[in-house]
């Protein structure tokens, strides 16, 4: 039988339960997406655990970085964070509670005896399981307990039937209990591993929902038995599957980034990463671009893909300018702002929005913008090629009258354009022309937005400077 929360009766309660062993991956950001929406959409709560079992792995740097990357996803959290190290009392009730009910057992077998177990399932051409010695059972002789010998704890796993849930991804799932075996639940040290200590965890939190990568979907059955010796409600499952990179394998670190943060670095905005994030394995009709309002409104746990997303940089771009594109220019100029730092310039925050609204319809990322940016801050070098194309002997004398002109204008864009005009009218030539020689001279590249707009966020010293760039007027 299948427990299923009845949203109208039930809250619903959700949660992303990160290992601290490193950044905050882009397939566990996307299940927490998922989490986080799906409790906000029904109203319920969502909540942050942290699973730092693995204490030679766990650090709390990792904890920082999946902190501050969850904040700078904006995906707030109702609980948390709950630190799995911080409940080992918990588990060891619990543990005691199962041993008690003859659900778990102490193992006192040596890795030594385990790999001989093994090598003999082996050599018979068995699936190498574990063989039960030291489950106890009516009428059976458990070996001696050896001395000085810390034990496991196992759980005492259904020796037949089979194990079926229905995915809220990937549909009916059914796996043979006898395909698995009795799992270590508390080590000797007395950590928990992890499909214990989760079962413990989602069931005290009342989890009503579990979205996660369907690397654990082998690991959903020993939690499904767990979960019925404990008497506890089943959540419902929903197993994501993993992200492909570009060649159509696993996403991962040898083949590009990875992180939360380093797409934070790259200078992308985080609405972009949501809304790329939500739809690599989840549509609402043909939306592409969405916003956070609209995704909670609109997840409801179906139309979640069952096979693979491949991540496709170059769509992530043009969702990311999108976002850049429509950002307010004050806050762009805050989020541009260390970017340009980074690059040894600076700039007030006014100077900063202004040149965002010029330039922002026009860059992938941050990144990109903080580049337009440096043609304000930094000098620029045009390329011999560049010049040798648009600085040519017909347009130079049109320069030189030009510079004269600028030295004499309100330095602002009315006056900016009418002085080129004046010039374009005096020596016959055309803005196509007269336009790129400025550009190539003043930005160091051949395309900008309208050049009296760009001129005019220069100061006049500035470009008047440029103009005289390598003598070339
Ligand atoms: N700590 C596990 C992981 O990071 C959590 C899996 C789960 O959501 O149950 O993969």
Known sequence: MRYSPDPMTQKIR??????????LHLGTARTALYSWAYARHHGG?????IEDTDVARSTQDSVDQILASMAWLGLDYDEGPIYQMQRLARYHAVVEQLIAAGRAYRCY???????AMREAQ?????????????????GKTLPPVPENVKPVVRFANPPDGEVTWDDLVKGPITIANREIDDLIILRPDGVPTYNFAVVVDDWDMAITHVFRGDEHINNT?????????????????????????DDGQ????RRGAVSVTAYQEAGYLPEAMLNYL???????????????????????????NRSPAQWDPAKLAWVNAHYIKHADDGRLAALVSPFVAARGQQADVDRLQALCGLYKDRCSTLVELADWLGIHFADVVPSDADLATHVTDAVRPALAALRERFTQIDWDKPSIAAAMKAVLTEFGLKMPQLAPAV??????????????AVLALFPRELVLSRLQHLSII
């Not at 050599?123 to 106890?136: C, F, I, Q, S, V």
């Open 278 to 304: 939500a739809r690599l394995g989840w549509s609402h009709g043909d939306d592409e671009l969405f916003s956070r309002e609209q995704m909670v409104q609109w997840f409801d746990g179906s139309h979640l």
């Open 439 to 452: 550009r190539v001279l003043v930005c160091g590249r051949a395309q900008t937005p309208s050049i009296d």
């Open 221 to 245: 059955p020993w939690q499904i038995n767990i979960f019925r010796a404990l008497g506890a409600p089943l959540p419902l499952f929903g197993h994501c599957p993993v992200i492909l990179g």
């Open 45 to 49: 709560a969502f909540v942050l655990r």
């Open 122 to 138: 082996r050599a018979r051409g068995e699936k190498t399981l574990y063989d039960g010695r030291w489950r106890p059972a009516p």
């Open 250 to 253: 696993k996403l991962s670190k």
């Open 14 to 23: 959700t949660r992303i339960a990160p290992s601290p062993t490193g950044f």
């Open 109 to 115: 077998c040596s890795p030594e005896e385990l790999d």
